[in-house]
């Protein structure tokens, strides 16, 4: 459903053109890394996990985001995490770092 709303959104910022005037480099930015992290997920949870490799990924990641949120950082979870997993993880980060800049500037 998320991945379906942000397609929605970026096909009604380029189809109408008041709304269009009105948005911004960031809008598109933050919509286009919003679906590329939510398409990314839904990929890994419906088809990686279910077809390529059987992993299980509420075992390792899910605890270790837990840990973040402690204080205690479980890096050693990570460590056998498959690499699209830690792309995932990289980007949602990435995203939260760059909203911090961008609400800085506004």
Known sequence: ???FGLVVMIIRK??????RVHTTFADYFTIVLLL???AL???LTL???TTVVAYEYRLTIGPW???LFTFQPLSE???GIPTLFKVHVTLSFFFFVIKMVFIAYI
């Not at 380029?14 to 709304?19: A, G, I, K, L, Q």
């Open 41 to 43: 997920g839904a990929y």
């Open 47 to 49: 088809i990686y996990s």
């Open 1 to 3: 459903m998320v991945v």
């Open 14 to 19: 380029f189809s109408f053109p008041w709304v």
């Open 65 to 67: 985001f837990r840990s």
């Open 77 to 79: 979870l990570m460590l």
């Open 36 to 38: 590329i992290i939510a």
